[in-house]
């Protein structure tokens, strides 16, 4: 199976139903607010990147797949005590990416997902990083081989969550 | 021009969006000293998110209350058995510390410490976090319709937890104290060192502010210091966990929290703390004559023989309180028994109850002894107890009514008269102390309101008096006629 495409007749382009499109999402947000507190190593699980990613990925439409990411990132940080935006900022160059790339890669791929989504993982925490140092002045630690680890970890879910998500899609 | 934009188009949206994101975020930064305004959206996701957390708390909490009340309920005989001995424990425990306490409170009035309780609490469910490991953000059940506000202190029985960041409606936001935007003012248990807590990025609780030649033990405990406003001092922090050598001039010093910040389930909002200016003035005015008075080896009194109501603890033998004679004022005075009774238990519990070596009794009329009677529960072991309940009188007078004062006292030295009596919870709850006792008398020499309440012999104890110091004691022991204490005491 070819990971690229080379034209857009190949391209499928899904869509998903208002329940989904708004439920998933919040969800998403809702486990993430609510998980960590009975299970604290859930903390390195990031839920809404992964269904920004998912719904980017799915879309294969760029804008569609930033105000995603946007939106969710806005609510992920209005839960939290940090200035609104941080999050939302990360999100939204994830979301542009994904969808960016659902466009070209193949993204229905096992593999390809858990790279994809490591991938994603990673440059989400360093925009989240040098946003939150550079404009908030947040004390923050960079560890390499623990963003790997949680991106792998990240990852791995992301893999099972998008086999889950795809029963949801609609084709255009 | 078009060519380009429908070109570029996805991009510059990205790159608009991005602006505003940035724009706003400036903004905020901007405005972080003005932290009062909540934000919209803020509002908005919480309240999509968390009355779904707080259905699924009350499925949960709905599910195991079912499960533990009435299935599981093996063991329960067993543990209530254990709890019982456990309170009995405790009761011993709380007369001693209610005497320590006491005695923190007379030396607190007689520095003129403002003194600040918790006198009021809060209890609220966690139902949820902000679920980034970047903000330690917890979610309780309560808001502003409980009467929540922004910088209230949370604690749990362990420790403190937090302060309340933003107030909605129902429910509030909690900055943990190991969040990095977080601040406490602390202080070393036993070194006194005082020093900032501040939260770091991965969780961690540090003191900061040591200076790198403090001594540190680990171990040591840490408490609130009360400097930042927002935690009366005093509560518990923590312990310190590790002590290193900072890059600066400053120790690195790791806290263990008190409480367990990653599973708290329950927590109490402090809505009320209370701060008052212990008086001293009466405690300080306390004459040297008076003290020598209390110190020297006296020749008691010729025992009294007491009333038969007092001696079955009859409530109106037991208010007949007097004025020490030679005051030339003595009134009779009607006090509530039972009152009386528990706050005198309280407050002069048999264990610590000095044995009055050497105070000099004063003299007393009809129906003192019953007010002693109550005041002396107990105290069946006590050398200096010459007489059935007088001595303890004597020992608890205030100075203007031992015989040394009295003397010169031309006006009436108030008794119990006008002196309500505390009751039982306001000694014992650590938010009510005996300072804010409600005096009430008028007289000259009045009771100190910074001192224990009145006993029924309408005196008072003082921190010189409650704890006399160890000298022989010259007067004759007689049995005391008193009925071993118990913990309900007399009514």
Do not use: C
């Amino acid at each position: 199976m070819p990971i690229t495409y080379t034209s857009e007749e190949q391209i499928e382009v899904y869509r998903f139903s208002v329940p989904v499109t708004v439920g998933v999402p919040l969800l998403a947000l809702f486990l993430q607010a609510f998980l960590p507190r009975r299970f604290p190593f859930l903390a390195y699980i990031d839920l809404p990147l992964l269904v920004t990613i998912f719904f980017a990925m799915a879309r294969r439409n760029p804008i569609s797949g930033l105000l995603t990411g946007a939106v969710i990132g806005l609510v992920q940080d209005s839960l939290g005590g940090h200035p609104i935006g941080l999050y939302g900022i990360a999100k939204t160059v994830v979301g542009f990416g994904a969808s960016s790339l659902g466009v070209k890669l193949d993204v229905e791929n096992a593999g390809a997902r858990l790279l994809l989504t490591l991938g994603f993982y990673l440059v989400h925490g360093v925009v989240y990083f040098t946003v939150a140092r550079g404009m908030v002045n947040m004390t923050l630690n960079w560890s390499w081989g623990w963003s790997v680890l949680a991106g792998l970890a990240n990852a791995m879910l992301g893999v099972v969550l998008f086999w889950f998500l795809d029963k949801f899609k609609q084709r255009t | 021009m078009e060519s380009i934009l429908g070109r570029y188009r996805n991009l510059i949206i990205l790159v608009g969006v991005l602006f505003l994101q940035v724009l706003g975020l400036a903004v905020q930064v901007k405005r972080s000293a003005d932290a009062e305004n909540t934000r919209l959206i803020r509002i908005w996701a919480v309240s999509a998110i968390t009355p779904l957390e707080r259905g699924l708390v009350w499925v949960q909490n709905g599910a195991g209350s079912l499960w533990h009340n009435y299935f599981y309920l093996r063991g329960v005989r067993a543990e209530n058995r254990q709890l019982k001995e456990q309170i009995e424990q405790m009761r011993l425990e709380q007369v001693r510390l209610s005497e320590d306490a006491a005695q923190a409170h007379r030396l607190q009035a007689l520095l003129a410490f403002k003194e600040q309780f918790v006198s009021k609490t809060v209890a609220a469910q966690v139902i949820g976090s902000s679920g980034s490991d970047s903000s330690r953000i917890l979610y309780i059940d309560k808001g502003e319709n409980d009467g929540l506000a922004r910088d209230m202190a949370v604690v749990t029985a362990d420790g403190i937890v937090g302060k309340v960041l933003q107030v909605f409606p129902s429910v509030s936001q909690v900055l943990l104290i190991n969040d990095q935007s977080s601040g406490v003012g602390a202080i070393l248990e036993k070194s006194r060192l005082q020093g900032v807590l501040k939260g770091t990025a991965n969780g961690e609780v540090m003191l900061e502010r040591l200076m790198s030649d403090e001594q540190v033990q680990t171990g040591e405990t840490v408490l609130t210091s009360g400097g930042d406003q927002i935690f009366p001092k005093g509560l518990p922090v923590g312990t310190v966990a590790h002590v290193g050598g900072g890059k600066s001039l400053f120790l690195n010093v790791r806290i263990r929290p008190a409480a367990n910040l990653s599973k708290l389930e329950e927590v109490l909002v402090v809505t009320e703390k209370q701060e008052r200016q212990a008086t001293a003035e009466d405690t300080v005015r306390m004459r040297a004559a008076d003290i020598l008075a209390q110190r020297l080896p006296s020749v008691p009194e010729k025992p009294a023989t007491p009333e038969p109501n007092a001696a079955l603890g009859n409530p109106a033998g037991a208010a007949n309180a007097t004025a020490p004679a030679g005051s030339g004022a003595a009134k009779p005075v009607t006090v509530p028994g039972p009152q009386l009774g528990i706050a005198n238990k309280v407050q002069n519990p048999p264990a610590t109850k000095p044995n009055g070596a050497g105070i000099p009794p004063t003299a007393k009329a009809p129906g003192a002894s019953a007010a002693t009677s109550i005041h002396e529960v107990g105290n069946t072991s006590t050398p200096g107890a010459t007489v059935p309940g007088e001595p303890v009188k004597s020992r608890v007078s205030k100075p203007a009514a031992s015989p040394a004062s009295a003397a010169g006292t031309t006006g009436a030295p108030k008794t119990a008269a006008g002196t309500t009596p505390p009751r039982a919870s306001e000694v014992s709850k650590p938010g009510a102390s005996p300072a804010s006792a409600p005096a009430g008398t008028t007289g000259t020499p009045k009771t100190a309101p910074g001192t224990k309440p009145p006993n029924a012999s309408g005196t008072k104890p003082s921190g010189s008096q409650t704890k006399p110091p160890a000298m022989p004691n010259p007067a004759p022991t007689q049995p005391n006629p008193q009925p071993p204490a118990n913990d309900d005491g007399p009514h």
